[in-house]
């Protein structure tokens, strides 16, 4: 005999952590140059389905067949973000991590090399973002996290004139000045207590 179901208010969360997403897109080999060229994606997987979709699906992790896929199929024109052009009419930004303020200037020349659109580097207290269009209009952040929180939303430009130093020196005295300051560390252990863990079965290698 099957348990009755629990009550939504008694069920722990489902077991599921975010993996990758897909992007439609109108030209599929431009789109695939610029995430392996500029960006270093890996061709995991490419092929058609019956209907005429085409996929390329591109990671960056073993771990991940696709972190993300590009599938053909989005209209000729969509319209803009109502707020700013900087962010996208649906997906506002795709975002990938960074490990140093250097990565960041290294990604800042690639973008302008391949004549990216809309580079806008910006200071978030808890990270620093470089924002650019892909070849699609997709807006991307690379970012680095910082040492610190401040209160969010908080975004003003990043000023790449300074030494790494000098920017987390700026921004340290910046996020100091939030209500909400405190090292990233103690803000994390404490969301941590809000979060479900994802219960990672043994990786099979
Ligand atoms: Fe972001």
């Not at 969360?13 to 431009?30: E, K, Q």
Request: proline share 8%.
């Amino acid at each position: 005999m099957m348990s009755p179901a629990h009550p939504p208010a008694a069920r722990s969360a489902p077991n599921l952590m975010f993996s990758h997403m897909g992007l439609s897109v109108i030209d599929i080999d431009r789109m695939e140059r610029f995430y392996t060229d500029v960006l270093g994606f890996t061709v995991t997987d490419r092929g058609e389905l019956d209907m005429g979709m085409k996929l390329v699906f591109l990671s960056r992790d073993p771990l991940d067949h696709h972190q993300i896929v590009l599938a053909t199929g989005r209209p000729p024109a969509l319209p803009d973000n109502v707020h700013a052009t900087q962010f996208g009419p649906s997906i506002n930004q795709i975002s990938f991590k960074m490990g140093s303020i250097a990565d960041l200037r290294d990604i800042h020349q690639r973008l302008q090399e391949d004549g990216a659109n809309h580079i806008f580097p910006g200071n978030h207290g808890i990270a620093w973002s470089i924002y650019a269009h892909d070849p699609e209009g997709n807006n991307l952040e690379f970012f680095v996290d910082s040492d610190w929180y401040m209160d969010q939303p908080f975004l003003i430009p990043l000023d790449f004139s300074l030494s790494d130093e000098g920017i987390y020196e700026q921004t340290r005295a910046m996020c100091e000045k939030s209500p909400g300051f405190e090292p990233y560390g103690v803000w994390r252990d404490r969301v941590a207590k809000r979060m479900t863990p994802f219960m990672a079965a043994p990786f099979k290698g």
